[in-house]
């Protein structure tokens, strides 16, 4: 198939090529025509001028001189020079007396076209083709007043009609134009073989990637069309790979993070079921299945949530909102946990006024963000919320003085449960997916995220969401 197509292709290109040059090899055969015949024209009308010019001269010098003339031959040597000039086929002579076409006897071209005195008016020039002995041939005829009734000379210019139409020169070009087309089409047979070459080894490398082979590239160095494809090809199938990575990574991490409240949850039941728990532990052994009935529940429920993120399976219901306030009081629902946890819970809220947005996904952030401030933040450190009204946006920034993330992590903190697993958290709550959760949020919302960081110092998660609720 990929051969037909080259294949076609340069069919393609050299017939363009060609069907081109017999255009511009007629256009150059009419110009050319059409050129050589005006000047056959003026040659014409020159020769006619001096004649005329001739004639006039020896009729002011009496009828004697104008006889003389004719019998000197003077009109036929004028003829003679034009033709050595003009490189005419034919120069002839003959005259109209007393209406009668005279010819004479070496004319070739009046008894070949058969013409007749009728088509030699004086002062009037005429052009028409035909054969001669076989051959085409145009003529232009000029009729010369000779100044006196009896009689005036016909003048006529003949030329071959291959010449005059360039046929030659056509000839030329086509010729020139055949070599063209070979060479072409050879040129275009080793592209199309080069090409399909290095198009064959990215069709082989997509073949894999397709078959599950992530690490397939494509080895290009050049520096056109196909290359730029082969360096697209080889960044999509990086970031595949790097995905297909990640997606590994969360899944064995969800598998840990299942496993543990599982395995806790399991042993207490196998312990209360050979009864080995005495009843004064039994009030303890339910707390810690409740908890762990709880973390296990907070996971699922997380990672079904953002699958519905991703896959935008959730809808948005926006109302005008005083966001300030509704940020307050989700704020203030976690002060009896971070006075629990001996960690300052500091809110400023500016006055932001009906905002377009919808209340149950902005909890959810200011959530998820305290949420995950609160798991990191040291016995007797702070988490501080604030929001500042802008015109056209309202600022949310959450902000904790815990150990902070190093630089390099920074573009990989939404990733799912990377923070989570990279970073040990001091009170280990949550689902650790609460920053994916939220960025996905934020983006639906037309808003943007932003996490800054200082090891050792904190963390801040500023988000920023437009007051007309969700963008286009």
Request: aromatic share 4%; no cysteine.
């Amino acid at each position: 198939m990929r051969r037909t197509f080259f294949w076609s292709l340069m069919a393609a290109a050299a017939l363009a090529l060609a069907v081109g040059g017999v255009v511009a090899a007629a256009g150059t055969n009419r110009q050319s025509r059409s050129e050589a015949l005006q000047e056959l024209g003026r040659q014409a009308e020159a020769i006619g001028r001096q004649a005329e010019q001739t004639f006039n001269e020896a009729r002011a010098k009496g009828d004697d001189a104008l006889r003389n003339l004719s019998q000197e031959g003077t009109i036929r040597s004028l003829l003679v020079t034009a033709s050595q000039i003009g490189g005419h086929d034919y120069v002839e002579i003959a005259a109209v007396r007393q209406g009668e076409l005279v010819v004479p006897s070496t004319s070739v071209l009046i008894p070949a076209f058969d013409l007749d005195e009728e088509t030699f008016l004086p002062g009037r020039t005429v052009e028409f083709e035909g054969e001669v002995e076989g051959t085409p041939v145009v003529v232009v005829g000029r009729t010369i007043d000779t100044g006196t009734r009896a009689f005036s000379l016909v003048v006529l210019l003949g030329r071959d009609s291959d010449l005059l139409t360039g046929v030659a020169l056509v000839r030329a070009f086509l010729l020139a134009l055949g070599a063209a087309v070979i060479v072409v089409a050879a040129l275009a047979g080793l592209l199309a073989r080069r090409l399909g070459a290095r198009l064959a080894r990215l069709d082989e490398a997509a073949g894999r990637v397709a078959a599950g082979d992530l690490t397939a590239r494509v080895e290009d160095d050049g520096d056109d069309e196909v290359s730029h494809v082969a360096d697209s090809f080889n960044e999509m199938a990086q970031k595949l790979e790097e995905a297909a990575q990640r997606e590994r990574d969360f899944l064995l991490n969800v598998g840990h993070d299942l496993r543990t409240p599982l395995t806790s949850i399991s042993g207490y039941a196998e312990t209360l079921a050979d009864g080995a728990i005495e009843a004064e532990e039994l009030p303890r052994v339910a707390g810690v299945l409740q908890r762990q009935s709880n973390r296990l529940s907070r996971l699922v429920e997380d990672l079904m949530l953002l699958s519905r993120l991703e896959a935008r399976e959730f809808t948005l219901r926006t109302e005008p909102v005083e966001l300030g306030a509704h940020i307050g009081g989700v704020a203030e629902e976690f002060r009896s946990r971070a006075e629990a946890a001996s960690v300052r819970l500091e809110v400023t809220i500016e006055p932001t006024g009906p905002v377009e947005a919808d209340p149950v996904r902005v909890s959810q952030v200011i959530s998820n963000l305290v949420e995950n401030a609160l798991r990191y933040a040291p016995e007797g450190g702070r988490v501080g919320i604030t929001v500042q009204s802008a015109p056209t946006e309202i600022a949310i920034a959450v902000a904790d003085n815990g150990p902070g993330i190093d630089a390099e992590d920074l573009p990989r903190v939404f990733e799912r449960l990377f923070v989570a697993q990279r970073y040990r958290a001091v009170r280990p709550e949550g689902s650790g997916l609460g920053l994916s959760i939220v960025h996905e949020l934020v983006a639906a919302m037309g808003g943007t995220v932003a996490v800054t960081s200082e090891p050792g110092r904190g963390t801040t998660v500023s988000v920023r969401l437009p007051r007309s609720g969700i963008s286009e």
